[in-house]
């Protein structure tokens, strides 16, 4: 299978560069010539735009940083929809609106293609080896057929239901993410402002019902000081922003999710839209005084378990659960 990428950034270049590594026939687009050409030295072909890309292929991947950059690839006149025809598939890996992946995917359909959001769950650290988790929506008969694609990308891949439910999945999974990325900014603030020695505070959070995925990667850079997730409060606003609309839209009325919006939009207003997200801790420090820093933390996250075959996640129901 011929496969296509367009958006080569911190998670799209690394998704991309397994699939490289794992000997497929890969082109690539990115307006940023360094990851392209990052990418064409080890093997990678490369096109002048969507719609040349997606008419030299069979399967075309975007993963791009908002709804509007995936529209004007999509639908612009040199865009995927352009180049699509029968047959072709197109797999969104961009965290994006739910109804933009639904209506995308249709436009796809209508062209006689197949389509599925498939946002990735887990970290650049995990995409860079292929044990990311995804989350795929669409039509079961499609799911099948990229599956093998999707195992080489990443470990855990969960069949959400139909297209644009993935999409949904994944928003409120960031925001998730970023409710507890606040709670242990505070929770780190105090033990400093305390006295409490902040590795034993890491290991104490760690080992108890306090612990998250979050923890255990986003304390250890914020311990360190590079801050450095690879991640920014702009995408953070993003990502929050696109959970806290779909609340508005079914009429969910929310309390911390506006209240996480408000302390990264201050954030942002304060250190910079492209600041990187852990850094929202700034806000404690510079009130109290003090630096929020441990000792032996990394200064990026590396994912030092081997590549495991991808495989299907199955939901429990009923008294397995």
Request: with cysteine; net charge negative; aromatic share 4%.
């Amino acid at each position: 299978m011929r496969i296509g990428f367009i958006g080569l950034g911190n998670v799209g270049g690394q998704l991309a560069g397994n699939l490289l590594r794992h000997g497929l026939d890969v082109t690539v687009r990115d307006l940023d010539p360094n990851p392209t050409n990052a990418l064409v030295s080890l093997g990678a072909k490369a096109a002048d735009d969507p719609r040349q890309l997606t008419t030299a292929v069979d399967l075309v991947i975007t993963c791009l940083p908002s709804p509007a950059a995936c529209r004007q690839v999509m639908e612009a006149p040199d865009g995927v929809l352009a180049g699509m025809s029968p047959g072709k598939i197109w797999l969104e890996m961009s965290t994006t609106d739910q109804s933009e992946a639904r209506r995308l995917g249709e436009r796809v359909e209508a062209l006689g293609g197949f389509a599925m959001d498939c946002p990735v769950s887990g970290g650049c650290h995990r995409a860079a080896t292929g044990n990311i988790s995804i989350f795929a929506g669409g039509k079961r008969a499609t799911f099948e057929r990229v599956l093998p694609v999707l195992a080489i990308l990443g470990q855990r891949i969960l069949h959400t239901g139909p297209l644009g439910s993935a999409s949904a999945l994944k928003v409120l999974t960031n925001y998730l993410c970023t409710v507890h990325l606040a709670a242990l900014c505070e929770a780190l603030t105090v033990a400093k402002v305390a006295g409490i020695d902040l590795n034993t505070c890491y290991e104490a959070i760690r080992i108890s019902s306090g612990n998250s995925f979050v923890h255990e990667t986003e304390s250890q850079v914020i311990l360190n000081g590079s801050r450095d997730i690879n991640f920014t409060m702009d995408l953070v606003i993003k990502d929050v922003g696109l959970f806290d609309a779909l609340a508005q839209d079914l009429k969910v009325p929310l309390e911390l999710s506006p209240l996480v919006l408000k302390i990264f939009k201050g954030g942002a207003e304060r250190y910079g839209a492209r600041e990187l997200s852990p850094n929202i801790i700034r806000r404690l420090e510079d009130v109290c005084g003090v630096k929020v820093l441990g000792e032996g933390f990394p200064p990026q996250m590396v994912d030092h378990e081997p590549k495991v075959p991808g495989y299907e996640v199955v939901p429990a129901r009923g008294s397995a659960q």
